[in-house]
Every structure is written in structure tokens, then in C-alpha cells.
């Protein structure tokens, strides 16, 4: 089993930044790629950005592509998600999760694992 748990959501303005950690508990981290979702109201969760495990390959969603910036610190068994400047649109649950794979995936059904989600909250 691996523990997920999300931090560093709240609510900002529009234009500004936050950065989102992911604290991994359980089994070897280096083992997992990780990801980043999220789930607004009333949508389907949605795939953010995905790093591999080993070489760490980077992959992302185009509507966060030059926004965001995913990264891992092994060490620390930590993922993170570093978002600037940030939109309305971009309000949501942001979830992270492990898969097992070598590399990240956009597949929701990909992932073994899933942390409890941090709200953000963009305000215009």
C-alpha cells in the first residue's frame, strides 16, 4: 500500500501561484510514477501532469502546459506541483496518485494509488 497526502491548496487570486506537495508513505516511491489530477464541480476528474519514476519525464495536459510544473524529490518521497499563474478555470479538487508503471499516464485507470485532495480556489 502507498499513503498519499496532498497539500498546499487554498484560495488565491487570479495571476497568482501556488505549489502543491504530495507527502508518499508506505512503499519505495521510487518505484511509483506519479500524477496530478483534478475535479472541478459538476466535471470528471481530469488528468493535470505525470512524472516517471526513474528518469523523470515529464508530461502534461495542454491546458496547464507552460503554467505548471510537475517535480519529485525522492529523497523526500514527495511530489510536487508547482502552479503560477494561475486562472478561475483552474478551481478544483487537485488529487495525486501513484501507478506502478515506469512512466506517468493521463489514464485515470492507470493509477493504484489516490491522496484525499486539496481544494484551490481561483478567484477572478
Known amino acids: 500500500q502507498v499513503q498519499l497526502v496532498e497539500s498546499g491548496g487554498g484560495l488565491v487570486q487570479a495571476g497568482d501561484s501556488l505549489r502543491l506537495s504530495c507527502a508518499a508513505s508506505g512503499r519505495t516511491f521510487s518505484n511509483y510514477a506519479m500524477g496530478w489530477f483534478r475535479q472541478a464541480p459538476g466535471k470528471e476528474r481530469e488528468f493535470v501532469a505525470a512524472?516517471?519514476?526513474?528518469?523523470?519525464?515529464?508530461y502534461y495536459a495542454d491546458s496547464v502546459k507552460g503554467r505548471f510544473t510537475i517535480s519529485r524529490d525522492n529523497a523526500k518521497n514527495t511530489v510536487y506541483l508547482q502552479m503560477n499563474i494561475l486562472k478561475p478555470e483552474d478551481t478544483a479538487v487537485y488529487y495525486c496518485?501513484?501507478?506502478?508503471?515506469?512512466?506517468?499516464?493521463?489514464?485515470?485507470?492507470?493509477?493504484?494509488?489516490w491522496g484525499q485532495g486539496t481544494q484551490v480556489t481561483v478567484s477572478s
Open positions: 512524472i516517471s519514476r526513474q528518469y523523470f519525464s515529464t
Open positions: 496518485a501513484a501507478t506502478s508503471g515506469s512512466a506517468g499516464t493521463r489514464y485515470l485507470n492507470s493509477y493504484d494509488y
